[in-house]
């Protein structure tokens, strides 16, 4: 089963519905959670009605900023909502004609400090009121090491530390990635990039 987490930073361009649609038809994931969509309320309801998933759940873009849905298929999975901010969604999914079940945490973290703390709590509650499997997957904006940045203001250690403690608590594991390392910049000359 194909789960797809994808940073899309707007799904109201017009070529997000054709790259979802791509990706549905090159890898056809069960799941789809799609971050930083900067639409929440009855747009976000329009936009997923139309992509190529029976069921949604919603967290509201915050002006023009954040927004969080998981998508799927409801004849290969059967996801509850167990509880949402604008920032998580928790969600159990039972895999559909198995006895497979585990917990997906959405995670799109907000850049501000104050709020990623509230979320490393919420996520280190979560960790100790279940004992299912568990996916954690997303945008943390916070970088664990200062190789996991390029350019600007250097990584703190005590905000990493933080970010750190979370991941213990909650016995997270980083998968890694495939793909470029760096996939934003902030659009500046070369010298400039963060």
């Not at 009855?42 to 998933?53: C, S, V």
Request: proline residues 4%; glycine residues 6%.
């Amino acid at each position: 089963m194909n789960v797809i987490i994808w940073n899309c930073r707007g799904a109201s361009k017009p070529s997000f519905k054709k790259r979802v649609r791509e990706l549905v038809q090159n890898h056809n994931p069960a799941i789809l959670v799609v971050m930083e969509t900067r639409v929440g309320g009855d747009r976000a309801r329009e936009i997923t009605n139309l992509l190529p998933f029976d069921e949604a759940i919603h967290t509201d873009a915050t002006s023009y900023a954040g927004g969080l849905w998981v998508l799927w298929n409801a004849d290969r999975v059967d996801i509850t909502l167990l509880s949402s901010t604008e920032h998580e969604i928790h969600a159990k999914v039972k895999v559909r004609f198995t006895n497979v079940s585990w917990l997906l945490s959405a995670v799109y973290a907000s850049p501000r400090n104050a709020e990623r703390q509230i979320l490393w709590k919420n996520l280190m509650n979560v960790a100790e009121l279940h004992n299912l499997p568990w996916v954690i997957a997303g945008d943390f904006n916070e970088p664990l090491l200062s190789e996991d940045k390029f350019g600007g203001r250097s990584v703190s250690v005590n905000r990493s530390l933080l970010f750190k403690e979370c991941l213990d608590k909650c016995k997270m594991l980083d998968f890694g990635f495939a793909g470029p390392r760096f996939t934003w910049t902030n659009r500046r000359e070369v010298q400039a990039l963060i």
